[in-house]
């Protein structure tokens, strides 16, 4: 599965972004999908995950209350809403998808098997 992010870009603190992921193919609704995201400097970490028909999410500490994460199996799409944005927030977001994963609450990138190139998300204090 190729899969293409989009829908980042520059924010004020307690302003609010969608991304959006696009998949192609026909079997998007066999993977298990998650966003992730990479600082400068840092580790790519995790941020969410969804399950295959998007009946169960997962959330890193850091956005739980703030991010949420969708799917539309018909539009092969997942979406990672943003709301109330830190600037701690700014980093590169990543979508991935796991065919093997069982369960949401694997959060470790070597877990997923395709990874989306990454929108840059920037948010100004």
């Known amino acids: 599965v190729q899969l293409q992010a989009s829908g980042g870009g520059l924010a004020q603190a307690g302003g609010s972004l969608r991304l959006s992921c696009a998949a192609s193919?026909?079997?998007?609704?066999?993977?298990?999908m998650g966003w992730f995201r990479q600082a400068p400097g840092k580790e790519r970490e995790f941020v969410a995950t969804?399950?295959?028909?998007?009946?169960?999410?997962y959330y890193a500490v850091s956005v739980t209350g703030r991010f949420t994460i969708s799917r539309d199996n018909a539009k092969n799409t997942v979406y990672l809403q943003m709301i109330n944005l830190k600037p701690e927030d700014t980093a590169v977001y990543y979508c991935?998808?796991?065919?093997?994963?069982?369960?949401?609450?694997?959060?470790?990138?070597?877990?997923?098997?395709?990874w989306g190139q990454g929108t840059l998300v920037t948010v100004s204090s």
């Open positions: 193919g026909r079997t998007f609704s066999t993977y298990m």
């Open positions: 969804i399950s295959r028909l998007g009946t169960s999410t």
């Open positions: 991935a998808a796991g065919g093997q994963i069982t369960t949401t609450r694997k959060t470790a990138p070597n877990d997923y098997d395709y």
